[in-house]
């Protein structure tokens, strides 16, 4: 009688990319899906607010804050990760930043102050990696 094994991803092993490039300090990221139906359903990435104003998110934050006209777009990929092994990988084409919205600060608190940023995007694409 032969074992069936199941295999299936834990939720805090990612990795996310805008153009490429790894972004650091990432929490959670919400509205993965497979393909899109509706211009409406975002992306949306929490990640601790960094100092950095050089690092690839913080950019693109001041882009858009400075666009005059369309907002500036990026590519973003999350890529789930087995074991340290990447598995599968959703990239967001054209996506743009809707908002960005901040934790509460509270003296009573020692959390990381969180960002969250909402993201609409023209094409979403899936890959199996392994």
Request: proline residues 4%; without cysteine.
């Amino acid at each position: 009688m032969s074992e069936q094994v199941v295999d299936s991803l834990v939720a805090n092993e990612f990795a996310v990319e805008l153009d490429g490039t790894p972004v650091a300090g990432v929490f959670r990221v919400s509205g993965l899906t497979l393909f899109k139906t509706t211009v409406d359903t975002p992306l949306v990435i929490t990640k601790m607010v960094q100092r950095d104003p050089n690092s690839s998110f913080n950019k693109w934050l001041k882009d858009t804050l400075n666009a005059v006209g369309k907002a500036p777009t990026r590519t973003i990929s999350v890529i789930a990760v087995d074991d340290g092994v990447p598995t599968r990988k959703w990239v967001y084409s054209d996506a743009h930043v809707q908002s960005v919205t901040y934790s509460d600060f509270d003296t009573a608190s020692s959390e990381m102050v969180e960002e969250r940023i909402v993201l609409h995007y023209g094409s979403v694409t899936h890959e199996w990696l392994a």
